[in-house]
């Protein structure tokens, strides 16, 4: 903690007025990224040149996420004993975030319709979860998404 209000420039006090104990440091750090996941998906389905385009660069930002927060989420886990809610909620809004990308780009024809959003994220969880360094994962998830931005065949 005393790490954390150093580099945040406050004093410990006033890091403990705001987050009583580690845990509820956690929490909010965990909870800002994925505030900031879901509202890439909004900026994603406006910069996307098409809709499968808009999907995929979520889908990274997606999995840089999962990627970066694997020591928070361990951190987060010890922390609160079993108590999963705060990652089920997490899920929760990242799906519902990135349902329009996924149906706007199954309706363009685009992907594959034999896929829901939950598949893809447990896809992209999975991969993200893979040892090895970026150079070593980031073409397992290139190869994955190419698959899934296929159409499915007729």
Do not use: H
Not at 30 to 44: F, M, P, R, S
Not at 93 to 111: D, M, N, S, T, W
Request: include cysteine; hydrophobic fraction near 50%; aromatic fraction near 8%.
């Amino acid at each position: 903690m005393a790490a954390v209000s150093r580099r945040a420039g406050v004093g410990m006090a006033t890091l403990y007025r705001n987050f009583p104990s580690r845990r509820e440091l956690l929490e909010a750090v965990y909870a800002d990224e994925v505030t900031a996941l879901c509202e890439a998906a909004g900026i994603a389905a406006s910069e996307g040149e098409t809709p499968a385009a808009a999907l995929r660069m979520w889908l990274w930002r997606f999995f840089a996420f999962i990627t970066a927060k694997r020591e928070v989420a361990t951190e987060l886990l010890t922390q609160l004993g079993g108590d999963e809610a705060v990652f089920g909620d997490g899920r929760a809004a990242g799906l519902a975030a990135g349902r329009p990308l996924l149906a706007a780009a199954q309706e363009a024809g685009e992907v594959r319709k034999d896929l829901t959003l939950e598949q893809v994220f447990d896809m992209v969880v999975a991969i993200a979860t893979i040892n090895g360094d970026a150079e070593y994962v980031e073409p397992i998830l290139q190869t994955a998404l190419d698959g899934l931005l296929r159409p499915s065949p007729a």
